[in-house]
């Protein structure tokens, strides 16, 4: 089992940047397949971005503007997030699974980890 802690989130402007850390207790991270999903108020939750084996994707929402990294040794996932928009503004969720096939992993119901998220505001 692996535990998941998010952390980064805050208030910014619109246009500006942000970065959240995931970082992992319990297991090696890079045995997973992680994402980060987000949340707004009164809507569901939406796929973000993710990452199995080396190989990462994006929601076209954020594409071009969000990028995902992992850092094996801290053991912790990274989401840095540029040219931040007001409708950017939700909670980020980090999640995690053991996959065992390669593919695109974009669904909330895909993963078996929830990190307790982080609140990202980005004023207009």
């Known amino acids: 089992q692996v535990q998941l802690v998010e952390s980064g989130g805050g208030l910014v402007q619109a246009g500006g940047s942000l970065r959240l850390s995931c970082a992992a207790s319990?297991?090696?991270?890079?045995?997973?397949?992680m994402g980060w999903f987000r949340q707004a108020p009164g809507k569901e939750r939406e796929f973000v971005a993710g990452m199995t084996g080396v190989n990462t994707y994006y929601a076209d929402a954020v594409k071009g503007r969000f990028t995902l990294s992992r850092d094996n040794a801290k053991n912790t996932l990274y989401l840095q997030m540029n040219s931040l928009k007001a409708e950017d503004t939700a909670v980020y969720y980090c999640?995690?699974?053991?996959?065992?096939?390669?593919?695109?992993?974009?669904?909330?119901?895909?993963?078996?980890?929830w990190g307790q998220g982080t609140q990202v505001t980005v004023s207009s």
């Open positions: 999640a995690a699974v053991r996959a065992y096939s390669p593919g695109r992993y974009d669904q909330s119901r895909e993963y078996a980890y």
């Open positions: 319990g297991r090696t991270l890079s045995s997973y397949t």
